[in-house]
């Protein structure tokens, strides 16, 4: 189970070398390192059996496509709760493990519009 993931994107690349020319020390390269496998953690969607996502607004155009960028890389997931998302439409999503999906208080209006 992923502890803290991340839906927002972070800073872009440009932002992220801008910060890292400010930052001339080694021990900052060090610690960016550090961060990259933090994050990598953080993100380790494909090995994720469970999910919980409720109440972060992943229907708000800012977030939809980071959104399907993590839906695609959730292979194993098995429990997906996606409650009170805004979520419209996820039917081009494909969730081949799923066995639990709690999609309560969101914007459906068909069973069609639901993962495979």
């Known amino acids: 189970q992923l502890r803290c993931p991340r839906v927002r994107e972070g800073p872009s690349t440009e932002e992220l070398l801008f910060r890292q020319e400010e930052c001339t020390r080694p021990a900052g390269k060090r610690v960016l390192e550090k961060n990259k ?54 039917s081009a999503t494909k969730l081949p493990r799923c066995r639990v999906l709690n999609m309560n208080k969101n914007h459906l209006t068909s069973f069609k519009q639901l993962p495979k």
């Open 37 to 90: 496998w933090e994050t990598w953690l953080q993100e380790n969607w494909e090995d994720c059996t469970n999910l919980n996502l409720s109440f972060q607004d992943l229907g708000d155009p800012y977030q939809v496509a980071n959104f399907n960028r993590i839906l695609r890389r959730l292979i194993r997931v098995e429990t997906l709760w996606l409650v009170d998302n805004s979520l419209v439409d996820l």
